[in-house]
C-alpha cells in the first residue's frame, strides 16, 4: 500500500514539471513574438502607411502628367484643323481659277478670229446696199446665215442707240444736236461694235447726242 502511493505521488510530481516546462515554453513564445512586434512599432517600422502615401502621391503625378499631355495633343488637334481648312481653302480656290481659265479659254479662244469675221460681215452690210435684185437678195441671205453663226458662238452685234455712253463698249465719234434723245446717249452708230459672250471685242463707233451748245 506505500509502495502504491508513493509511486502515485511521484507521477504527479512528473506530470507538474511537465505542465509548468510547457507554460514556459508558451510564456516565452508569447512573450518573444510582443517583443519582436513592440521593437518593430517603436523603431517606426510600419510599411503600408509608407506605401499608401507614396501611391496617392505618384497617381497625382501621373494625373496631372496626362492632364498636359492631353492638353498639348489638343492644341496640336487645333493647329493640324486650321492648316487643313487653310490647305483646302486654298486647293478650292485654284480649282476655280483652273476651271475658270479653262472656260475662258474655250469660250475666247476664238476672239481674234470672231474679229476677222465681224470685218467680213461689214463687208457684207455694205454691199448689200448698193446692189438690188436677186444679188441683193442672195447678199442678204449670207449676212443673216453669217449671224445666225455668230449667235452660235456667243458673238452679238450692239444695239447702242438710246443708251447711256459707256466708254467700255463705245467709241465717240461725233456728236449730234439731242433733238428727241436725253443729252448723253448714243443718238446714231457710225460702225457696229461687237461682244463674244458679253465681252467687248470690237468698240461701238457712235455719235452722242448733246446740247446745240456743246456741239464741236
Request: charged fraction near 30%; aromatic fraction near 6%; glycine fraction near 8%.
Amino acid at each position: 500500500m506505500a509502495i502504491r502511493c508513493f509511486l502515485s505521488a511521484r507521477k504527479n510530481i512528473n506530470c507538474v514539471d511537465r505542465l509548468q516546462l510547457l507554460l514556459s515554453n508558451d510564456c516565452s513564445a508569447v512573450i518573444g513574438l510582443y517583443s519582436t512586434a513592440a521593437k518593430q512599432w517603436g523603431t517606426g517600422d510600419d510599411f503600408h502607411g509608407d506605401d499608401t502615401t507614396d501611391d496617392s502621391s505618384h497617381a497625382g503625378t501621373n494625373v496631372r502628367l496626362l492632364e498636359m499631355r492631353a492638353n498639348k495633343l489638343e492644341e496640336q488637334v487645333r493647329e493640324l484643323t486650321e492648316r487643313y481648312k487653310k490647305v483646302m481653302a486654298d486647293s478650292d480656290n485654284v480649282r476655280r481659277r483652273t476651271q475658270k481659265f479653262v472656260q475662258d479659254a474655250k469660250m475666247f479662244g476664238i476672239q481674234s478670229f470672231c474679229r476677222d469675221l465681224v470685218e467680213v460681215a461689214d463687208l457684207l452690210k455694205q454691199t448689200t446696199g448698193n446692189l438690188q435684185g436677186e444679188e441683193d437678195q442672195r447678199l442678204s441671205q449670207i449676212k443673216d446665215r453669217l449671224q445666225g453663226v455668230f449667235t452660235k458662238h456667243g458673238l452679238m452685234k450692239m444695239s447702242p442707240v438710246g443708251a447711256k455712253y459707256d466708254p467700255y463698249q463705245h467709241e465717240i465719234v461725233c456728236h449730234t444736236p439731242a433733238e428727241g434723245w436725253e443729252p448723253g446717249t448714243v443718238a446714231v452708230v457710225k460702225h457696229d461694235g461687237y461682244k463674244l459672250h458679253g465681252r467687248t471685242i470690237r468698240h461701238a463707233q457712235v455719235g452722242i447726242a448733246v446740247m446745240k451748245q456743246e456741239q464741236d
